[in-house]
């Protein structure tokens, strides 16, 4: 169990277009999910909190305008990079808590790799 | 505030060597989580283990096992013999409480290449 399924694993865009990424726990219910950004050969960077119905938590930095997050059910969060620019290029990784088991876990999805033109 | 170093940029083996990843933490809180994950090739983070900063107990599946000391607050991560499917990068993660409580600080990150 604890799969995460995020969609697509690959985007190529022009710029100035917005791009939505899905992330989906199958198998499980997830009031907390978790964006983060890596750069090639770097770590994780974690962009926000997604909390299903009510607004997510952005870190320091991060343009909650630029990278609109949806969490509108349990099992389902979204991140729209909203007129993306190159330097939105990147891998985005969603993760899940999954709910009851009080670990801490976080599971991850395959991440998306954005390219913006 | 907490932080996580894994001071190996890169490590290269051969096929059947031990290897050890460190990792070294810094929290002020007494109540914490630390967690090993794998990002091989493809991205997706693969959960290894979970300890909690009350157990101190040593963790041994299959190949991997993993030394917790508080004392020097170190996560040590350890392959034994091996395979080139282990390649990958490995990164190192803690929880603590407060106001950060469920955020991952990850470390920077260890690459692991195993060489046939």
């Known amino acids: 169990g604890a799969v995460v399924s995020q969609h697509p694993s690959r985007v190529i865009c022009k710029s100035g277009t917005s791009v939505k990424i899905e992330c989906r726990s199958l198998?499980?219910?997830?009031?907390?999910m978790f964006w983060y950004r890596q750069f090639p050969k770097q770590s994780l960077m974690l962009m926000a909190t997604?909390?299903?119905?009510?607004?997510?938590?952005?870190e320091q930095g991060v343009e909650k305008d630029k990278f609109l997050i949806n969490h509108a059910s349990l099992t389902l969060s979204t991140l729209t990079v909203t007129s993306a620019h190159p330097e939105d290029s990147s891998f985005y990784i969603c993760?899940?808590?999954?709910?009851?088991?009080?670990?801490?876990?976080?599971?991850f999805g395959a991440g998306t790799r954005l390219s913006v033109l | 505030a907490q932080k996580v170093t894994q001071a190996q940029t890169e490590i290269s083996v051969v096929e059947k060597e031990d290897v050890t990843l460190d990792c070294v933490y810094e929290?002020?809180?007494?109540?914490?989580?630390l967690f090993w994950y794998k990002q091989p090739p493809s991205g997706e983070l693969v959960f290894l283990i979970r300890?909690?900063?009350?157990?101190?107990q040593n963790e041994i599946s299959g190949r991997y096992s993993w030394n917790f000391q508080k004392s020097t607050s170190s996560f040590n991560f350890t392959i034994t013999a091996s395979q080139v499917v282990d390649s990958a990068v490995y990164f190192c993660?803690?929880?603590?409480?407060?106001?950060?409580?469920?955020?991952?600080?990850f470390g920077q990150g260890t690459i692991l290449t195993v060489h046939p």
């Open positions: 993760s899940a808590d999954k709910d009851g088991d009080a670990k801490n876990i976080q599971y």
């Open positions: 997604s909390n299903e119905g009510s607004k997510a938590t952005y």
């Open positions: 929290t002020r809180d007494t109540t914490y989580y």
């Open positions: 198998d499980f219910q997830a009031t907390t």
């Open positions: 993660a803690l929880i603590t409480g407060g106001t950060s409580y469920g955020k991952l600080t």
């Open positions: 300890r909690n900063s009350f157990d101190e």
